[in-house]
C-alpha cells in the first residue's frame, strides 16, 4: 500500500498516474462506451409472477404483436349533431359499416401500419355525450422512436379539423409509453447542468479559491461520465438494461460521493502541507489519514448497493449494479487520480489562502473544538435533547401512505394522464387498459361468470382464443393503479381461481402494478436486513469495536425515520403528493443508511485515531475540531446534489431527493455534530470496546 501511495504522490510519478487516468478515461468514452438504449425497459418482475405468466400465454394468441392507442375527445357540454357525424362518420350500408369523419383518418393511418388488416371501431360516446373514444390497433414496438413518432403523427390525426370546443387527448398503453419517453427528453443533460452548478457553487464557497475547486470538479466530472459508460456495460452483463431514473441517480450519486470524497482528502491535505515542506510527502501522509476512511465509505456504499442484486425486480437490481458500479470509480478518482491532480500543481492551487510550512492549524481553537468541549461538559442532556428532535420528527411517519396512482407519478402531468382521467369519469376506469384474464377454453364461459360476479367488474368478454385457451377482457370500474383497482384484481384473482379446470391466471397493467407493489415488498423485507448487517460489519472492522457500531447504527436508522415524517409533512403540506412513491422508502433507506454512515466514519477514524495519543474525550474534540468544516461543507454539499434530483419530472425521484435532502443535513449538522459526540463522550473508553489501548 505504502508503494502505491508512493507512486501516486511521487515527484516523477504523479504525471504517470494522471496519464492513466487519462487513458482509462478515453477508454471509457471510446472502445468501451455503452451504445445508446432506443428501446423501453421491462417492468423487471420475475418469471414467476402471474402477470408474466399471462403474457407469455397471451403470445400463444392471435393478435399478441397487437398494441392501441386510445383518442379521447372531450367537450364542457353534450356534442352537438355535426359533432357527432365527425367523431362517427355515416352509416353506410353497402359497405355495413360507417364511413368519412376522424374514423376514417385512423382507419386509412393504422392499415399504413398493419398493412391493410385493421379494423377501427366507431367513435363511443359516453352517456352524457360529453366524451367519445376511439380505439386505434396497432403494431406492438419496443423502439422509442417508433412509439413515439407514431403518438406524435396520432396527435396530428386527432386534432386535424376538430370540431371548436372539443378537447383531444391520446393516451392508452402507445400514449403513456410515448409521454414517458417525452418526460425524459433533455432531462440528462438539465440534471447534470443542475448538478454542476451546484458542486461548483458550493466548491467556491468552500475553498473561497478561484482554481481550487476546478479540480475536484474536473476529476470528479470525468468521474460521472465514466460511470455513465462502464455502468451501462457492467449491467449489459447481466442482461439489464437501465431506464433514465437509475441513471438520473448514478449522476446524482457519483457527484456527491465523488466530491465528498475530494473535499475529505483536500481538508487532511491541507493540514498535512503546515507541518511538512514537501508536498509530495503532505500528500502521502494525507492519503494514509484520510484513504481507509473514504475506502470504508465507499465500500459500505457499494456493498449497499450490492444488495439490491437479491431484489425481486429488475430496476432495484439494475440500481444496484449501476450505481455501484459508479461509487467504486468515483472511490477510485478521489484516492488516485485527484491525490496526483493537486500534487502535480502544487500549494498554488490554494491562493489566496495558501497553508504555508509552519503555519499554525487554526482549528484546535475554531467554532468545531468550541462545540466539541461544550457537548464534553453536558454529554447526556445534549444526548436526550438531540433524541427528542429525532424523535418528534419521526413521530410524523405514523401516517406514511404509499402506492402512487398513474396520474399521480408526474411532477407536470401528460397528455395521457389527463387523457385517462377524463376517460375514467365518462366510462369504467379500465376501459384503457382492461385486466386480461387467460383461461382453458372450454371453461372460459364459466370464468366470464366468475368475473362478473366480483365487486368493481364493470364487465368481461371473451375476445380472442385459439385451440386451448381465451382472452377475457375485464373492465374495472376503479382507477388505474388505485387501492380500489388492487382489490377488484385480489377479488378477482380469487374467484376466477375456483373454477375448476380452468388454470385462470391474471394479468394486465393492475395486475401487473400490484404485483410490483408487493415486490417491492419483499425486495424490502430481504434488502433492509442485509444492508443494516453489512454496515454493520464494515464499522465492526474498521473500528475493530463493538460498541461504536452499534450506536452509530443506531443514530444513522434514527435520522432515516426523522427524514421520513420530516418529508412526508413537506410532501402533504407543501407539495400536495397524495402518497410516497413504491420506490421512495427502500431507495431512502439505502441511501441515508449508507451516505450517513459514511460522516460518521469520517469522524469516528479520526477520532481513533487521536484517541491513541490523547484519550478517547480529548480525541472526539480534536476529530471534532479537525473534520467538523469539511463534513458540514460535504454534507450541504451532498443534501444540495440530491435535491436537484427534483428537476427531474418523476415525483418518485423528487420524494428520494426531499428526503435524502433531510436525511443529510441531519446526519451532518446534528447526529455527528451533536450525538455520536455525546455518546462517545457518555461512554468514555467504552466506545472501543472491546480495546484497551484506550483511555478516557
Known amino acids: 500500500m505504502n508503494g502505491l501511495i508512493s507512486f501516486i504522490t511521487g515527484r516523477k510519478t504523479a504525471w504517470v498516474t494522471l496519464l492513466l487516468g487519462l487513458i ?21 418482475l420475475p418469471a414467476t409472477a402471474e402477470s408474466v405468466i399471462v403474457d407469455e400465454k397471451l403470445a400463444e394468441l392471435p393478435g399478441s404483436d397487437s398494441t392501441a392507442a386510445v383518442i379521447v375527445y372531450a367537450s364542457d357540454s353534450e356534442f352537438s349533431e355535426e359533432a357527432i357525424t365527425w367523431l362517427q362518420g355515416t352509416f353506410d350500408p353497402m359497405a355495413g359499416m360507417p364511413t368519412g369523419g376522424v374514423n376514417e383518418k385512423f382507419l386509412e393511418f393504422t392499415n399504413a401500419e398493419l398493412n391493410g388488416s385493421a379494423f377501427v371501431p366507431p367513435a363511443q360516446i359516453s352517456d352524457d355525450g360529453k366524451v367519445a373514444v376511439v380505439t386505434v390497433p396497432l403494431e406492438k414496438s419496443d423502439e422509442t422512436e417508433v412509439i413515439t413518432d407514431r403518438v406524435a403523427e396520432l396527435r396530428e390525426i386527432a386534432d386535424d379539423g376538430a370540431p371548436a370546443g372539443i378537447d383531444v387527448y391520446v393516451t392508452g398503453p402507445e400514449g403513456f409509453q410515448a409521454d414517458i419517453a417525452g418526460v425524459f427528453a433533455g432531462a440528462d443533460f438539465t440534471l447534470l447542468l443542475s448538478t454542476v452548478v451546484v458542486v461548483a457553487v458550493l466548491l467556491l464557497i468552500t475553498y473561497r479559491s478561484p482554481v481550487l475547486w476546478l479540480i475536484p470538479l474536473l476529476v470528479v466530472g470525468t468521474a460521472d461520465g465514466m460511470a455513465g459508460q462502464l455502468a451501462r456495460q457492467v449491467a449489459n452483463l447481466f442482461g439489464i438494461t437501465p431506464d433514465a431514473s437509475v441513471t438520473g441517480i448514478l449522476s446524482v450519486l457519483v457527484f456527491g460521493a465523488g466530491t465528498n470524497y475530494a473535499l475529505l482528502l483536500i481538508a487532511r491535505y491541507r493540514e498535512e502541507l503546515l507541518g511538512i515542506e514537501d508536498r509530495h510527502e503532505a500528500m502521502a501522509k494525507a492519503l494514509r489519514g484520510a484513504g481507509p476512511a473514504i475506502i470504508a465509505s465507499g465500500g459500505t456504499v457499494t456493498l449497499a448497493l450490492l444488495t439490491l442484486s437479491f431484489a425481486d425486480l429488475a430496476g432495484n437490481r439494475a440500481l444496484g449494479i449501476v450505481c455501484a458500479t459508479g461509487v467504486v ?17 502544487g500549494r498554488g492551487l490554494f491562493w489566496p489562502f495558501v497553508p504555508k510550512f509552519g503555519g499554525v492549524n487554526k482549528s484546535d481553537s475554531g467554532l468545531w473544538a468550541k462545540l466539541g468541549r461544550g457537548v464534553s461538559k453536558k454529554p447526556v442532556a445534549v444526548s436526550v435533547i438531540g433524541v427528542l428532535i429525532l424523535g418528534a420528527l419521526a413521530a410524523g411517519a405514523g401516517g406514511i401512505q404509499v402506492g402512487l396512482s398513474s396520474s399521480d407519478r408526474f411532477l407536470k402531468t401528460p397528455e395521457a394522464v389527463v387523457g385517462s382521467e377524463v376517460l375514467a369519469e365518462a366510462f369504467p376506469a379500465g376501459s384503457t387498459s382492461p385486466t386480461i384474464v387467460v383461461s382453458n377454453l372450454e371453461k372460459a364461459d364459466s370464468v366470464v361468470a366468475a368475473a362478473l360476479t366480483v365487486d368493481g367488474v364493470a364487465s368481461a368478454e371473451v375476445t380472442a382464443s385459439n385451440d386451448s385457451i381465451a382472452r377475457i377482457d375485464v373492465i374495472l370500474d376503479g382507477a388505474a393503479q388505485s387501492e380500489e383497482a388492487n382489490a377488484s384484481i385480489v377479488a378477482l384473482r380469487e374467484a376466477v381461481g375456483t373454477v375448476g379446470g380452468a388454470d385462470a391466471a391474471v394479468g394486465g397493467q393492475d395486475a401487473q402494478a400490484l404485483e410490483v407493489k ?11 436486513p442485509l444492508i443494516l448487517l453489512l454496515v454493520f460489519l464494515v464499522l465492526v472492522l474498521l473500528l475493530r469495536a463493538i460498541v461504536a457500531p452499534v450506536l452509530l447504527l443506531v443514530t444513522v436508522v434514527a435520522s432515516f425515520f426523522a427524514s421520513m415524517g420530516a418529508g412526508w409533512f413537506l410532501f402533504v403540506n407543501v407539495f400536495g403528493f397524495p402518497a410516497l412513491d413504491l420506490s421512495v422508502f427502500l431507495y431512502s433507506f ?21 484517541a491513541e495519543l490523547l484519550g478517547t474525550k480529548q480525541g472526539m474534540i480534536k476529530a471534532l475540531s479537525s473534520t467538523g468544516g469539511v463534513i458540514t461543507s460535504a454534507g450541504i454539499l451532498l443534501a444540495a446534489v440530491f435535491a436537484v434530483l427534483g428537476v427531474l419530472p418523476l415525483v418518485a425521484l423528487a420524494q428520494i431527493g426531499v428526503i435524502v435532502c433531510i436525511g443529510v443535513l441531519l446526519d451532518t449538522l446534528l447526529v455527528r455534530t451533536v450525538i455520536v459526540p455525546a455518546l462517545a463522550f457518555m461512554t468514555k473508553k467504552t466506545f472501543f470496546w472491546p480495546s484497551k489501548k484506550y483511555q478516557d
Do not use: C, W
Open 24 to 44: 482509462f478515461a478515453g477508454l471509457a468514452f471510446g472502445p468501451l462506451k455503452a451504445a445508446s438504449t432506443e428501446t423501453n425497459p421491462g417492468v423487471g
Open 329 to 345: 470509480i468515483a472511490m477510485i478518482s478521489a484516492l488516485a487520480v485527484l491525490p496526483a491532480a493537486l500534487v502535480v500543481f
Open 590 to 610: 439505502l441511501f441515508l443508511v449508507a451516505l450517513g454512515v459514511d460522516y460518521n466514519i469520517f469522524l469516528v477514524t479520526r477520532a481513533k485515531e487521536e
Open 518 to 528: 408487493e415486490a417491492y415488498a419483499h425486495d424490502q423485507l430481504i434488502v433492509i
